[in-house]
């Protein structure tokens, strides 16, 4: 990262909600077991997963900056939304309670379940402790929009609101993941490596577009970050991801002319499945391989899509042999117990 990125990152407010830089370990047992070893190939993870407040995962680099201008801006409530089982929402609650901030969350039905696992387990029994207060709103409902009515009531009524959007994904809070890129780099330049790919799932964008930013000003890294799309389709996270980066370097004051849409944003749509918060077969199987060679866990509904996607892709001889590989663990842990039936069997389509 040259040094005019990394003062214009600085400039903006943050606050601390997880230790930084977040360790990389190299996955030996999961090389020999994939055949990534026969290729040539090392697997490393960066535990993105470990973070200090509320269980951790990707959506805490994103509010250290979300919540670095709610301080400045004496905001007194935050409010969010997301899946009923989001991460986002989970962490939004657990960082909120660690800051002496109000939390609301605003939780869309977007995944055909109705069991009390899903609605009451899991993330949501983690935002009740964290003392978030919640609304379920029904299939259909526009949470942007519900959340925003709930905004303008607050303020009527002389309060600070702030509305965060899903996944904190604004270009602010992307902001936490060119941080990461530029983690990434320190590494490297520590450790003699140099990662031919540095591999993200994409939901609401943040991750890999705040990536693509930290990197796009390192010469010679262009495609580096290779993303597997779970929310939405292929084109529309594609397109999505590309507006994001541009704001994301325009808030950064970079030039967004190093930039090369179609080199720099890769998206593969190929494993998401039926639909966002649907299992599939190559995802259980990918999480499980994970927990029983190495004993690290992934989320049924983002990293363990993505590494399904790394691992077929490795199958099928689309990663370059004898490179170095980085998987970025996101978090998403507590959504496991939220999906406990489809671990039980091997009868889950
Ligand atoms: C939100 C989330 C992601 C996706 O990150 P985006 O920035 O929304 O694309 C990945 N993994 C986990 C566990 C998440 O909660």
């Known amino acids: 990262m040259t040094s005019v990125l990394k003062s214009a990152f600085e400039r903006h407010a943050r606050v601390a909600l997880m230790q930084q830089p977040t360790p990389i370990a190299r996955l030996t047992r999961l090389e020999s077991l994939s055949g990534a070893q026969t290729r040539g190939i090392r697997l490393f993870v960066k535990r993105d997963d470990l973070g200090e407040v ?156 705040g990536l693509v930013a930290g990197f796009a000003r390192a010469a010679g890294r262009g495609g580096i970050v290779r993303a597997y799309s779970v929310l939405s389709d292929r084109e529309t996270t594609y397109v999505n991801t590309v507006n994001l980066v541009r704001e994301t370097l325009a808030l950064l004051d970079a030039d967004a002319s190093d930039l090369k849409e179609d080199v720099d944003i ?50 099928n001889d689309r990663l370059p042999p004898n490179s170095d590989i980085l998987f970025v663990a996101t978090g998403g842990t507590p959504s496991l117990f939220a999906y406990r039936d489809t671990f039980d069997g091997c009868d889950q389509a």
């Not at 363990?304 to 199958?315: H, V």
């Open 266 to 315: 890769v998206v593969q749509g190929d494993y998401r499945g039926q639909a966002y918060g649907l299992p599939t077969p190559a995802m259980v199987d990918a999480v499980r391989l994970l927990a029983r060679s190495e004993g690290i866990l992934l989320d049924p509904v983002y990293s363990g899509k993505a590494f399904s996607g790394l691992l077929g892709d490795l199958a």
């Open 54 to 209: 509320g269980g951790g995962g990707n959506k805490l680099r994103k509010l250290e900056f979300l919540l670095g201008y709610a301080l400045a801006e004496r905001v007194d409530t935050v409010i969010t939304l997301g899946g009923i089982q989001s991460n986002h929402a989970r962490l939004t609650a657990a960082a909120c309670a660690n800051l002496g901030l109000t939390c609301e969350l605003v939780l869309a039905d977007m995944v055909p379940r109705h069991d009390a696992e899903y609605r009451e387990g899991g993330n949501v029994m983690l935002d009740r402790l964290f003392g978030a207060k919640l609304t379920f709103l029904s299939p259909g409902s526009d949470a942007r929009s519900v959340a925003a009515a709930r905004a303008e009531a607050l303020r009527a009524r002389g309060h600070r609101p702030m509305v965060i959007p899903a996944g904190g994904s604004s270009a602010l809070g992307a902001l936490g993941y060119v941080k990461c890129a530029q983690e990434i780099l320190d590494y490297e330049a520590a450790h003699g490596v140099v990662f031919r790919h540095v591999v993200v799932p994409n939901g609401s964008h943040g991750t890999q577009a």
